[in-house]
């Protein structure tokens, strides 16, 4: 009984084998079991059957790899995007002397207080240290490398901000009249005071603080940025959309610098304005990227968007494939909108903390995190390139830190938009000017700067992250692969299945029948025949 089960299943094999080869519809196969092909026919088919299917695998397996690694193609829009559809930029201005002489006569205060330190051999008891080092936070390195002996009086934790505010510009005097879409305004009114690395700023057209900040998680000691004040009763607040482009349709600011305040000590050679361009739900960190406006030019910034969407496509895949993050899959601690600049942001305050044991007095903090005092200001400057020069070999790796960096993982955002600027500038003859109209005795008091920033062009091509290679498009360049290597469709490998699966049973059964039936008829042959006797 045993021989005969094998002898069956043998049997079922070669059958459902010859069979295949006589029916399949891949190419070559039919080949395989012809009783007129020689065994050297035989091999030669099977040897290219092989060689083509291992030419197919390979192409696969490269087209797999395109798909797993580069799903995600950028490409421009098939539209043009009008201005109107988008907000107008946050401008954000920072006056590079940043307190004001009546105030506070830094250039003064500095050397009358070397003085005193030389003359009582090397001690001070002057009132005005803990102003002068609430404003050395806000002067550059050289000054702290000519300079240093602030960082080692009275060390305490002087409060930066309060003293900040107190001592900074007079904004009524800083900002004259403003101009919006052809409707004048006073600058005071709608350039909120924020808080940046650079001190006191001024913004316009960004979003309200409780909408960029997670309000629970900061300290309650003071606002970094101030409300917005609309234009008229009916108008909404900010951000602003754009109306156009062109010089009427943007912004245009005139501002005026009392000469007497302008103190080259902190600052430096460099005098005048920083300007930055940001979206309206950034942040502004001025120190990392911004435009020098100098005294007593009439500037006027061009502006190009250069703006990035996701497809719905695109926003299928991970955020490792398309490398960037939708608002939803990142969390930031302190900021409610996620772009890659509060991203880097939060991450250069918490890596601050873990440094230096305090965060610099512009940062968002909490209440129980210290504002760094000023003998920590090399810390706090060195803290920037362990962030952003991670991969620096000549700095010392610190596995904690450099860890702490890695997880900031600050991909840019999945909707995001720049500004590509184009800017001209001409001198302003005040003296000629203010002599016309007879003002003869402010001509040596101030110095005017105007900028305008609008729109260059009323259309714009937006660029677009989109799917290169989904999963039809796999299937597709696979089934393409394997027909022009075998000739396989989806039929011939529901054929394969089919021979594998039922076809087995079919045979079985026939070939089990058949065997059945010569059995008896070998047994009935076999038969003695009884013939009687007559």
Same mark, same amino acid.
């Given at each position: ?147 240093? &002996?602030? %960082?080692? /009086?009275?060390?305490?934790? *002087? $409060? +930066?901000?309060? #003293?900040?505010?107190?001592? !900074? ?81 943007? &912004?245009? %600011?005139? /501002?005026?610098?009392?000469? *007497? $305040? +302008?103190?080259? #000590?902190?600052?430096?050679? !460099? ?264």
């Amino acid at each position: 009984m045993p021989t005969f089960r094998r002898r069956l299943r043998r049997s079922v094999r070669v059958e459902v084998f010859r069979e295949y080869c006589a029916n399949s519809s891949i190419h070559g196969v039919r080949y395989f079991d012809r009783d007129e092909r020689t065994t050297c026919e035989r091999f030669w088919w099977l040897v290219v059957f092989l060689l083509s299917m291992l030419g197919c695998c390979v192409m696969i397996y490269k087209t797999y790899v395109k798909w797993n690694q580069t799903p995600i193609i950028v490409t421009f829009s098939e539209k043009t995007t009008p201005v109107w559809d988008i907000h107008f930029p946050a401008i954000t201005i920072c006056p590079e002397t940043k307190v004001a002489a009546n105030k506070l006569n830094f250039t003064a205060e500095m050397k009358a207080l070397l003085e005193d330190y030389k003359d009582i051999n090397g001690t001070t008891e002057r009132e005005s240290i803990d102003q002068l080092k609430a404003v050395a936070q806000l002067c550059n390195t050289m000054f702290h490398s000519k300079y240093n &002996l602030l %960082l080692y /009086l009275n060390d305490t934790d *002087e $409060d +930066v901000v309060g #003293m900040l505010k107190n001592l !900074s510009l007079s904004r009524h005097s800083t900002l004259g009249l403003c101009q919006y879409c052809n409707q004048y305004m006073l600058c005071d009114k709608h350039l909120k005071e924020t808080l940046t690395d650079e001190g006191l700023c001024y913004t316009f057209n960004m979003k309200p603080e409780e909408d960029i900040f997670r309000k629970r998680s900061l300290q309650t000691y003071y606002t970094y940025t101030e409300s917005w004040f609309p234009f008229s009763e009916h108008e909404t607040l900010t951000p602003l959309y754009a109306r156009g482009a062109g010089l009427h349709a943007g &912004l245009t %600011l005139f /501002l005026r610098q009392i000469k *007497e $305040d +302008v103190d080259y #000590m902190c600052t430096g050679f !460099s005098q005048g304005y920083k300007l930055m361009i940001h979206d309206p739900g950034e942040y502004p960190q001025v120190s990392m990227r911004n435009m020098r406006i100098p005294f007593g030019h009439e500037i006027s910034i061009a502006l190009k968007p250069q703006m990035m969407i996701t497809s719905q496509s695109a926003a299928d895949f991970s955020w490792e494939k398309r490398q960037c993050f939708f608002n939803h899959e990142r969390h930031l601690r302190y900021f409610k909108i996620y772009n890659q600049e509060n991203c880097e942001l939060e991450c250069l305050t918490n890596v601050t903390q873990a440094i230096c044991g305090c965060v610099r007095f512009s940062m968002p903090r909490s209440n129980d995190t210290r504002v760094c005092p000023l003998s920590m200001f090399h810390c706090m400057y060195d803290v920037k390139w362990i962030v952003y020069d991670i991969d620096d070999p000549q700095r010392p790796v610190n596995e904690k830190i450099t860890a702490m960096v890695d997880r900031c993982n600050c991909l840019p955002a999945c909707s995001s938009i720049s500004y590509d600027v184009e800017t001209t500038q001409t001198t302003l003859d005040l003296e000629k000017f203010l002599r016309v109209n007879h003002e003869y005795d402010r001509s040596d008091k101030f110095f005017i700067t105007t900028i305008a920033i609008y729109f260059k062009e009323s259309y714009f091509i937006t660029s677009k992250r989109s799917e290169l290679y989904g999963w039809v498009d796999f299937l597709a360049n696979c089934g393409g692969l394997l027909g022009l290597f075998m000739g396989v469709s989806i039929l011939s490998l529901l054929e394969i299945c089919y021979f594998i699966t039922i076809r087995p049973f079919s045979v079985r059964s026939r070939i089990a029948s058949v065997e059945k039936r010569k059995s008896n008829e070998v047994q009935n042959a076999m038969l003695p025949v009884i013939t009687k006797r007559e």
